[in-house]
């Protein structure tokens, strides 16, 4: 890379220590999420840029795609940060609440019990409900998205822990949530999935932990650990899949991933195997760049909102629209404006990077996720004060939905149509959760360790 696309780097490493360090500085009222997209963001097109930013040769040569997907992406950084720190603050204080967070309250009995009732509920939707529910339209997509709920219920968990100065129990929920990517490798065969699940409840404990160089502290082991279970699994990965996708019985995939892990290798950036891995699977930067020089040589015209249109159409129920011409997966759409042949089962996701950039080009990047950053902030905050304020059933009901807005490497299809799934699950839950309440109990004042969340 030339010397602007380092400078561009510097930047984006600049705009995550401030992600980590805004909620503190400015006192705001946060529970993670946007320090959670602008990680994600990170690892699917950051650590791309940064691998062939590398003097170390490794490669056949510089890949003119990954930089000028690079660039792309780089505004979007901008464009997010923006969104997040100057135009979400001025409506949150002009139409909302303000973001500045009140003093944290202990809820009734009823509430300190949904930790354990969303964990349930999750589990049960996910491991029960969705695999007789799966030729049911819609329902089935409403159960799928029990596994946010299940995250929900982990970051109550350990905020319950937290507050009530269980250290022990925090200390475990943490623990429990560093095993979730195993899980999902021996049962799935991805480690994508659970990598997520981790990322999302560490983002959410270090947005209020104390002390906080601990806690920054742990979200960067979190990311060096993770990033060397992900080339350590890339390197057997085959074998691995070969397996779960097999169906190899349950002990047979332990050991082999047991296996696996005991050649485990930590993450080594002068390795060129590890840095290969990060290129073929975490380097979306390549197919953005392709589709900007498809753009470029008149090869394809924008869409213009017609990709965000079919976003649109998913929030239709397939149960009301049963030939609904929209569907999850995009490997088409790449294809086609990456001017790529795949393979009929290789499917690529987009991306809001990409898909941002395929309707409306440099502009629609900008746009884009400026809206991005203004929508998870505000959602961030609303979230973050129904928590401190001991509203609970409220924290569910703007986290549950904002997760599905963290899919930064999905198409908007998956985004819409999880997020109204997300919508409904809420709905029906506090209904339920309602029914036969016979009396609310009034928060109390909490007195925390160290200092109050602020």
């Known amino acids: 890379m030339d010397d602007g696309s380092t400078l561009q780097l510097l930047i984006c490493f600049g705009i995550l220590c401030v992600f980590v360090v805004y909620p503190w500085v400015r006192r705001a009222a946060s529970v993670g999420l946007p320090l959670c997209y602008i990680m994600n963001l990170a690892l699917i097109h950051w650590l791309g840029g940064f691998v062939h930013a590398r003097p170390i040769p490794w490669n056949s040569g510089p890949d003119p795609y990954t930089l000028i997907g690079f660039h792309q992406s780089f505004l979007a950084s901008i464009a997010f940060a923006v969104g997040s720190w100057v135009l979400a603050p001025f409506i949150l204080r002009i139409f909302l609440r303000g973001e500045t967070s009140p003093a944290v309250q202990i809820p009734g009995p009823d509430q300190l019990a949904l930790p354990k009732i969303y964990l349930l509920l999750g589990v049960a939707s996910l491991g029960v409900l969705a695999p ?145 891995a990060i290129d073929l699977r975490l380097n979306q930067n390549y197919f953005v760049g392709r589709v900007v020089r498809t753009m470029e040589l008149g090869q394809e015209q924008y869409a213009y909102g017609a990709t965000l249109y079919d976003a649109v159409l998913a929030l239709v129920p397939r149960i009301v629209w049963r030939d609904k011409p929209v569907a999850a997966g995009s490997g088409r759409t790449v294809s086609r404006y990456a001017r790529i042949r795949l393979s009929p089962t290789i499917r690529i996701r987009r991306g809001q990077v990409l898909e941002f950039y395929i309707n409306f080009g440099p502009f629609g990047v900008l746009a884009g996720f400026l809206i991005m950053g203004l929508l998870v902030r505000i959602m961030d905050t609303q979230a973050a004060l129904c928590l401190y304020e001991g509203n609970w059933e409220g924290f569910m009901s703007w986290f549950l939905p904002s997760i599905s807005l963290l899919i930064v490497g999905g198409s908007f299809v998956e985004v819409f149509g999880s997020a109204g799934a997300s919508v409904v699950l809420v709905v029906i839950i506090n209904k339920l959760l309602t029914i036969g309440r016979v009396s609310t109990n009034h928060p109390r004042t909490a007195i925390l360790p160290r200092c109050s969340v602020r």
């Open 132 to 276: 007789l529910l799966k030729e049911v339209p819609s329902i089935f997509a409403l159960s799928i998205s029990g596994v946010f709920l299940t995250m929900v219920g982990v970051c109550l968990a350990c905020w319950k822990a937290y507050i009530l100065r269980s250290y022990a129990k925090l200390a475990c929920w943490l623990i429990a949530v560093c095993v979730v990517p195993f899980v999902t490798i021996v049962t799935l065969g991805f480690v994508g999935y659970g990598s997520f699940f981790a990322l999302l409840v560490f983002c959410f404990v270090a947005t209020y932990y104390r002390p906080r160089w601990l806690s920054t502290a742990g979200l960067g082991l979190l990311i060096f650990l993770g990033l060397s279970l992900f080339v350590t699994y890339f390197r057997d990965r085959p074998l691995i899949r070969q397996k779960v996708w097999g169906g190899a019985a349950f002990s047979d995939r332990v050991e082999t991933l047991a296996a696996t892990l005991e050649n485990f290798e930590f993450l080594d950036l002068r390795n060129p195997r590890h840095l290969k």
